[in-house]
């Protein structure tokens, strides 16, 4: 149980273009997504809170125009990262938890993003 | 919000030697202190984890301490095999949100 999952595990885009990548809980429901980004040999620093049905928490430093977050579903976050530039290229990751008392946070597999 | 160490940042043992990861953390309201984990390109298991009313936890190989009061928390590995090679994380779930705010990761390497 708690499987989630991210589309798609890579892609690669040109600078200027956005991106949309997807967090899915499989078979659980997630009031709560949390996505975060990793550069390489790095750590996973937290960009975001994502609740459905309400508007993201944004980390201080991560510009909120430009990784739009939205929660439409119970079991679906997604993020867009627009007018992407390579500096964006990063490791995107979700998680989730499963109610709002628990503590622990699924990860899913992530989202290797490169612009060119 | 929270702020999380980590150290060392790169660890090597022998093979069947035990390994330390060490971590502090900042904000006292902090109650749950995972650790992850992570090869490379992949996403970040759990592999134990502690709540701030409990001091010491363990797993078979590995165990976590919990100092609340000194804000620091320890990941220790025994008999480690080359398989344990990986970067390994810790976090801390701040007071607001629940959010994870993750340490720096250590790269332990074990040797044959």
């Known amino acids: 149980g708690a499987v989630v999952s991210q589309h798609p595990s890579w892609v690669i885009c040109k600078s200027g273009t956005s991106v949309k990548i997807e967090c899915r809980s499989l078979?659980?429901?997630?009031?709560?997504m949390f996505w975060y980004r990793q550069f390489p040999k790095q750590s996973l620093m937290l960009m975001a809170t994502s609740n459905e049905g309400s508007k993201a928490t944004y980390e201080q430093g991560v510009e909120k125009d430009k990784f739009l977050i939205n929660h439409a579903s119970l079991t679906l976050s997604t993020l867009t990262v627009t007018s992407a530039h390579p500096e964006d290229s990063s490791f995107y990751i979700c998680?989730?938890?499963?109610?709002?008392?628990?503590?622990?946070?699924?990860f899913g597999p992530g989202t290797r993003l490169t612009v060119t | 919000g929270e702020n999380v160490e980590q150290h060392p940042s790169t660890l090597s043992v022998q093979e069947g030697d035990s390994a330390v990861i060490k971590c502090t953390y900042s904000?006292?309201?902090?109650?749950?202190f995972p650790w992850y984990k992570q090869e490379l390109g992949k996403r970040p298991q759990l592999i134990i984890d502690i709540r701030s009313n409990v001091g010491e936890k363990k797993d078979q190989r590995i165990a976590v301490t919990l100092n609340k009061t000194a804000k620091h928390f320890s990941l220790h590995i025994t008999e480690t095999q080359p398989e344990d090679s990986a970067v390994y994380f810790c976090?801390?779930?701040?007071?607001?949100?629940?959010?994870?705010?993750f340490g720096r990761g250590t790269q332990l390497t074990v040797w044959p």
């Open positions: 976090a801390a779930r701040g007071s607001t949100l629940g959010r994870l705010y």
């Open positions: 078979d659980f429901q997630a009031t709560t």
């Open positions: 998680s989730a938890r499963t109610g709002a008392n628990t503590v622990e946070q699924y």
């Open positions: 904000d006292s309201a902090s109650n749950y």
